[in-house]
């Protein structure tokens, strides 16, 4: 049977994206490269190289010294359990009330949490990420203040985490709705294995061009985790289709840009009601 080799490390930030870097130039070829920030809180990153064909030994140990990283972690993973292994990698979060896990961990659910069953697929939004991380920590703690919305839009949905956080907690209507045409397709069907499926629309739309974003509106509650332009570009349109007393959470945005963020928002009518920092990421909750 055909296996890849897997080799990951750790290292600061600037080395581990030197040495991301210097694994590509590797021969052989690797068959792809990450470089990932851990969600402990340590501020190290780690790298992942995967290759059909394994790199000679000392090589990888001089380019791990060269680099201040830590000693690779080599392993043989075989061909077919590739799907499988990227998924079992993948470790529930936990987020305020919401438990983020794969089908692998089903039973680790606790009782006390909503559990949010998400594949690892071709589109964003498993939870990992500090930007869904704080989106989901900002509606709980809406929530938890006791703000109740009547609908809800989640607008850059990918997975569409969040908007089946929403269904599962809410009973009024939710949309999800993203650019990417994959990602809608991976938004169905995660909304069909949570069984929220008679709950949330997914549409393909860039913004809120879209009919049914429109019929919806306007929103006590959108999501949106895209990026600082997008966002910028969307608080025009963002502002008449949220409803007065209504709250928009805002993430994609590195913390030095949230000022700027902030600023295109509360120029249309919005005022900053929280912020929280996760790594290099900052979520908004701004009420309008
Ligand atoms: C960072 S991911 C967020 C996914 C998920 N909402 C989450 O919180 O994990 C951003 C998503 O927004 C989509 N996107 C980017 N720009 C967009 C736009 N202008 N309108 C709609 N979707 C957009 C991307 O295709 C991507 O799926």
């Not at 990283?69 to 075989?78: D, K, L, Q």
Request: aromatic share 6%; with cysteine; net charge negative.
């Amino acid at each position: 049977m055909t296996t890849w080799t897997a080799l990951t490390t750790l290292a600061d930030k600037a080395q581990a994206e030197a040495l991301g870097a210097a694994l590509e130039e590797l021969e052989p070829e690797p068959t792809g490269v990450g470089v990932f920030e851990m969600e402990d809180g340590s501020g190290l990153f780690e790298v992942g190289g995967y290759f059909t064909e394994a790199p000679d030994d000392i090589a990888l140990a001089i380019l791990a010294a060269a680099h201040g990283a830590r000693p690779f972690t080599v392993s043989e993973v075989p061909e077919t359990d590739w799907v499988a292994h990227v998924r079992r990698e993948l470790h529930p979060v936990e987020a305020g009330r919401f438990f983020v896990y794969g089908s692998h961990d089903a039973d680790r659910l606790p009782g006390d949490r909503i559990g949010l069953l998400i594949e690892a697929a071709m589109a964003f939004g498993t939870g990992h990420h500090g930007t869904t991380k704080g989106c989901l920590e900002a509606v709980d703690r809406l929530l938890t203040a006791g703000f109740t919305p009547r609908n809800v839009a989640d607008v850059g949905c990918g997975t569409a985490v969040l908007a089946i956080a929403a269904a599962k907690v809410l009973d009024g209507p939710v949309i999800a709705s993203d650019i990417d045409p994959v990602a809608v397709d991976v938004a169905r069907a995660n909304v069909a294995a949570n069984g929220v499926e008679g709950r949330v629309a997914c549409v393909e739309a860039a913004g809120f061009d879209h009919p049914e974003l429109d019929r919806n509106a306007p929103y006590d509650l959108v999501f949106a985790n895209i990026l600082k332009g997008p966002l910028v570009e969307l608080a025009p349109d963002m502002a008449p289709r949220v409803a007065p007393g209504g709250r928009v959470i805002l993430s994609g945005i590195l913390t030095p840009q949230a000022d700027d963020v902030i600023a295109a928002y509360t120029a249309q009518g919005f005022a900053l009601e929280h912020r929280r920092e996760i790594g290099e990421w900052t979520t908004l909750t701004l009420r309008r």
